[in-house]
Structures are given as structure tokens and as C-alpha cells.
């Protein structure tokens, strides 16, 4: 599991995406471990966009989610889910970024998928690029980073 090294209250370091473009805005970053994974696919990301004009009323600018797959995988998982122009895909291919914040994890050999160096599954609520909220999940399965919770803590 992931040892976060930022807290509630730390701004969140500029990424090699619009970490920039946030400023001023209040941002639900939700961080998932790949693409097209079970989780990821079926019950993690679909209720955020179901529940997209709930986040829109208590005043979020911008949803997005991040994962270690590439800009091209990250495009076609936006097509098949229906992001269109609620979610905004990012991609931290080697997690780098995630890495920063201390929410990388290494998949190499879990379940044998060798899936290696991916995003852990949290959530960030950002306000003007400060951290107000992070649901790290403590293991599989989705809670603390789910919409539920999310929008609870909005």
C-alpha cells in the first residue's frame, strides 16, 4: 500500500499535466492503478460520472483522473467510459508524479500481472492547488476514494 509524503494543508507539486491550470479552482483528482482494470473500470470511475452534477453543485471545477497508463490508453478509456467533458484523463505513465506524493505502488508481482510501478488508488480534493482532502485507500476495493466519500467531504 501507498505511504502518502504529502498531508491535508500541503499544496500538491506541478505535474507534466495542468497542475497550473488548477489554480483558483477546486479539483477532484481521483488516482487509479490502470486503465481498464476491474476496479477501476466497473466501480471506481463510472459514479463520478454519474454523479457529475452533484460535484458541480458543491462547486468542482474540474474532475480528473490519473494512472500510469500512456496519453493514448488514457484517451481511449475516456471514449468507452464517456468521459466526454466530465472526466479529464491524465496520464503518469511511470508514475512520477504519483511517486512525489509518496501514492505510487509497485504492482510487479501482485496477482501475477507484473503490471510493475503504478498509481495507488486515492482520491484528492484540491482547492486553489491546496490539498483539502486525501482518501488513500487502505486496501482493495473502493471507499475512502469513491464519489461517496468524496462528496461527503465536500
Same mark, same amino acid.
Given at each position: $500500500?501507498?505511504?502518502?509524503?504529502? &498531508?491535508?494543508?500541503?499544496v500538491v507539486p506541478t505535474g507534466t499535466f495542468c497542475t497550473d491550470a488548477w489554480?483558483? %479552482?477546486?479539483?477532484?483528482?481521483?488516482?487509479?492503478?490502470?486503465? =481498464? #482494470?476491474? *476496479?477501476?473500470? /466497473?466501480?471506481?470511475?463510472?459514479?463520478?460520472?454519474? %454523479?457529475? @452534477?452533484?460535484?458541480?453543485? %458543491?462547486?468542482? !471545477?474540474?474532475?480528473?483522473?490519473? *494512472?500510469?497508463? @500512456?496519453? =493514448?490508453? $488514457?484517451?481511449?478509456?475516456?471514449? /468507452?467510459?464517456? =468521459?466526454?467533458? %466530465?472526466?479529464?484523463?491524465?496520464? !503518469?505513465?511511470?508514475? /512520477?508524479? *504519483?511517486s512525489q506524493l509518496g501514492l505510487s505502488v509497485d504492482l510487479s508481482k501482485a496477482n501475477e500481472?507484473?503490471?510493475?510501478? &503504478? #498509481?495507488? &488508488? =486515492?482520491?484528492?480534493?484540491?482547492? !486553489?492547488?491546496?490539498? *483539502?482532502?486525501?482518501?488513500?485507500?487502505?486496501? &482493495?476495493?473502493? #471507499?475512502?476514494?469513491?464519489?461517496?466519500?468524496?462528496?461527503?467531504?465536500?
Open positions: $500500500m501507498a505511504n502518502p509524503t504529502v &498531508r491535508v494543508g500541503d489554480k483558483g %479552482k477546486k479539483v477532484v483528482l481521483i488516482s487509479v492503478p490502470g486503465a =481498464f #482494470t476491474p *476496479t477501476c473500470h /466497473a466501480n471506481h470511475l463510472p459514479p463520478y460520472i454519474q %454523479k457529475y @452534477d452533484e460535484f458541480k453543485a %458543491k462547486g468542482v !471545477d474540474q474532475i480528473a483522473v490519473v *494512472t500510469a497508463n @500512456d496519453a =493514448f490508453v $488514457m484517451s481511449g478509456w475516456g471514449k /468507452a467510459l464517456g =468521459f466526454k467533458d %466530465k472526466i479529464l484523463p491524465l496520464s !503518469d505513465p511511470t508514475a /512520477a508524479w *504519483t500481472l507484473g503490471l510493475g510501478l &503504478r #498509481t495507488s &488508488r =486515492f482520491a484528492l480534493i484540491l482547492d !486553489d492547488l491546496k490539498i *483539502t482532502y486525501l482518501g488513500v485507500e487502505p486496501a &482493495r476495493g473502493v #471507499t475512502v476514494s469513491g464519489a461517496d466519500a468524496v462528496l461527503a467531504a465536500l
